[in-house]
Structure formats: structure tokens, C-alpha cells
Nanobody
Framework: QVHLVESGGGSVQAGGSLRLSCAAS????????MGWFRQAPGKERNGVAR????????YYATSAKGRFTLSQDNAKNTVYLQMHSLSPEDTGVYYC??????????????????????WGQGTQVTVSS
């Protein structure tokens, strides 16, 4: 079992920045893919980015490339999503999730939410124009 807690959300103006954190506890020995997902009001939950904790390899959705950066602190079992140049379309509840598949093969599963079986409670990000 993995327990995840997100933090760092808030309200910013367009062009601003936020850093989201996801702290993991429980079964954190095996490397996994850790994903960030966004759910806007009335919309489905879509993948934003993911990092493989075993090697730090990252993958970003097209909307996030060049603006968002993933990083990790394995000693703290924490991953971070640094967001720059935020726009109103980035608004939504951001969820951290741990992949169902362990090890390097998790990198082949993309950003579909069905591939992640542990979820945090979410943190709200609001970007005003």
C-alpha cells in the first residue's frame, strides 16, 4: 500500500508559477512511476507528467512540455511538479498517483489514469487571467 499527500496548490495570475509536492509513505521500496493528473471542472482526469523513481526519467503531456518540470527527492519519498507560465487552462484539481506496475516497465504505460492504482486527495490550482 502507498499513501500519497499532495500540497502546494493555490491561486495565481496568468504567467505565474507554483510548485506542487507529493509525499509518499507506506510501500516505497520498489521503484514506480509517479504521475501528476489534472481534472478541470466538468472534465475528465488527464495525465500531465510522470517520473520514474528508479532513474528519474520523465515524460510530459504536450500541454506541459517546456513549462512544467518534474523532480524527486528519494530520501524524502517526495516528487515535485514545478509549474511556470501558468494559464487559465491549467486550472483544476491536481492529483498525484503511483503506478500499478512496478519497476522500469511502468514507463511504457503512458499517462492513462487506469495505470495508476494509488491516489492522493488532490490539491486545487486556480489560474486567473
Amino acid at each position: 500500500q502507498v499513501h500519497l499527500v499532495e500540497s502546494g496548490g493555490g491561486s495565481v495570475q496568468a504567467g505565474g508559477s507554483l510548485r506542487l509536492s507529493c509525499a509518499a509513505s507506506g510501500d516505497t521500496v520498489s521503484p514506480r512511476c509517479m504521475g501528476w493528473f489534472r481534472q478541470a471542472p466538468g472534465k475528465e482526469r488527464n495525465g500531465v507528467a510522470r517520473i520514474y523513481t528508479g532513474g528519474g526519467t520523465t515524460y510530459y503531456a504536450t500541454s506541459a512540455k517546456g513549462r512544467f518540470t518534474l523532480s524527486q527527492d528519494n530520501a524524502k519519498n517526495t516528487v515535485y511538479l514545478q509549474m511556470h507560465s501558468l494559464s487559465p487552462e491549467d486550472t483544476g484539481v491536481y492529483y498525484c498517483a503511483a503506478s500499478r506496475v512496478l519497476g522500469a516497465p511502468c514507463q511504457n504505460l503512458g499517462l492513462a489514469h487506469v495505470n495508476y492504482n494509488y491516489w492522493g486527495q488532490g490539491t486545487q490550482v486556480t489560474v486567473s487571467s
